[in-house]
């Protein structure tokens, strides 16, 4: 460590250079394609022109999310991810949950960061109690590839995190019962096991319980002596809602 | 042309260090912001592939350090006031730390170069040398009259 170091080390690209560069680069493909397509014959041309005008306007292409992360313990946290792997929107159903996210600014910043940023928050890691489950679901084209950078993040193996993916017909079902599709899924998984355990039950549960009635249904022993067979890098594909 | 993840990484990866190498040759901020968007944007039309991310965050080093001493060409007779680019940084830096970045900041170019590559991402002297294409024994010599001069303003406790 040396004094040129410690002088530059708060010299850093603010997160609004980083998105006015995402933009600019968009707009640089964008044109980039409109030069190529010159010589495209004039009416495929104006079509084109006008699909370009009404699917890219704007921040079109920046704030269209393409993948989706629920991040579920009690409270759950669901991100939209867009095609730079930036988070543009945060969706939380409790009122826990809506206190999360308004102290902590998740937008514009990778998943990762995102991420990141929530599990060293004071206030969200009074939820990662050793009795609590962490669980993280995606839903993407590209999902081994979040899957396998969410695997490799210290903190999830920290706080023995579990992985699944899911599907959008999934997530639109939880989001008509208000809740997010990481705890939908295991919803889903539980009534496989427990056909008397509806969704109302399952709003007051923690991912914990309802882990552990899963663990209890499935192995019929009892929860707590099942929680020590829980590791990081458990990792499968969502029940039910596939299509 | 690289896609959007590859995009995305190199920005998460290099965003900083472009940045600083910006703000050890630039003006104001918005000349960074153009040199910024010109060296993401070489990027993103690279048609090669790295061996590498050393190799990759080397290219960075290099595009950056080109790309400013092409806009500082073109804007040769603007003053540059390093009192003013540190102001511009706002709270980021204390009393200190400006002392020691306006320093930095009066040196002529080339020595500003081999310090931050040399002291702040730790790059040895060959591999400076590649960077900026000189001699492995020019870059030696750069770094002793910086290091020279830093000790007549700083005092010898300064690395």
């Known amino acids: 460590m040396n004094l040129i170091w410690e002088s530059m080390k708060n010299i850093q690209a603010t997160e609004k250079l980083k998105q006015n560069t995402l933009q600019y680069l968009n707009e640089q493909q964008r044109r980039k394609y409109r030069v190529r397509?010159?010589?495209?014959?004039?009416?495929?041309?104006?079509?084109?022109?006008?699909?370009?005008?009404?699917?890219?306007?704007?921040?079109?292409?920046?704030?269209?999310?393409?993948?989706?992360?629920?991040?579920?313990?009690?409270p759950s946290i669901e991100l939209s991810v867009n095609r730079f792997g930036r988070v543009v929107y945060s969706e939380t159903y409790s009122d826990e949950g809506k206190g999360i996210t308004g102290q902590i600014p998740l937008k514009n910043v990778s998943y990762m960061q995102a991420i990141n940023r929530l599990l060293n928050d004071d206030k969200y890691m009074k939820y990662l109690g050793k009795d609590s489950i962490l669980?993280?679901?995606?839903?993407?084209?590209r999902s081994e590839q979040i899957l396998e950078n969410l695997k490799s993040s210290k903190l999830l193996e920290k706080y023995s995190a579990l992985t699944y993916t899911s599907d959008l017909s999934c997530m639109e079902e939880?989001?008509?019962?208000?809740?997010?599709?990481?705890?939908?899924?295991?919803?889903?998984?539980?009534?496989?096991?427990d056909g008397s355990v509806t969704i109302e039950d399952c709003h007051e549960m923690t991912m914990g319980e309802l882990r552990d009635r899963i663990d209890a249904c499935a192995h019929g022993v009892q929860a707590d002596n099942e929680k020590e067979h829980h590791g990081s890098g458990h990792h499968g594909k969502g029940n039910g809602c596939d299509n | 042309m690289k896609n959007a993840e590859e995009i995305n990484s190199a920005l998460e990866a290099y965003a900083d260090m472009v940045r600083?190498?910006?703000f050890v040759h630039l003006?104001?901020?918005?000349?960074?912001?153009d040199v910024f968007q010109t060296v993401f944007l070489k990027y993103m039309l690279y048609e090669d592939s790295f061996e590498s991310s050393e190799h990759e965050k080397a290219w960075f080093a290099r595009v950056t350090i080109n790309a400013c001493k092409d806009m500082l060409r073109y804007f040769s007779r603007r003053k540059w006031v390093p009192l003013d680019v540190i102001a511009e940084e706002g709270e980021a830096l204390d009393d200190?730390?400006?002392g020691i970045l306006e320093v930095v900041l009066n040196l002529p170019e080339k020595y500003r170069n081999v310090i931050y590559l040399y002291y702040y991402e730790g790059y040895s002297a060959a591999e400076i040398a590649g960077i900026l294409g000189r001699k492995e024994n020019t870059i030696y010599t750069w770094l002793a009259r910086a290091k020279t001069l830093l000790r007549e303003k700083l005092g010898g406790d300064w690395a």
């Open chain 1, 37 to 74: 397509t010159r010589f495209v014959p004039s009416y495929a041309l104006a079509v084109f022109g006008l699909l370009c005008l009404i699917g890219t306007a704007g921040g079109f292409v920046y704030s269209k999310p393409v993948s989706y992360i629920s991040i579920d313990v009690n």
């Open chain 1, 135 to 141: 669980v993280f679901t995606v839903i993407s084209d």
């Open chain 1, 174 to 193: 939880a989001h008509r019962h208000e809740m997010s599709f990481g705890k939908y899924r295991t919803y889903l998984e539980l009534l496989e096991y």
């Open chain 2, 20 to 22: 600083r190498i910006c």
């Open chain 2, 27 to 33: 003006k104001n901020r918005d000349d960074t912001e």
């Open chain 2, 96 to 98: 200190t730390m400006e």
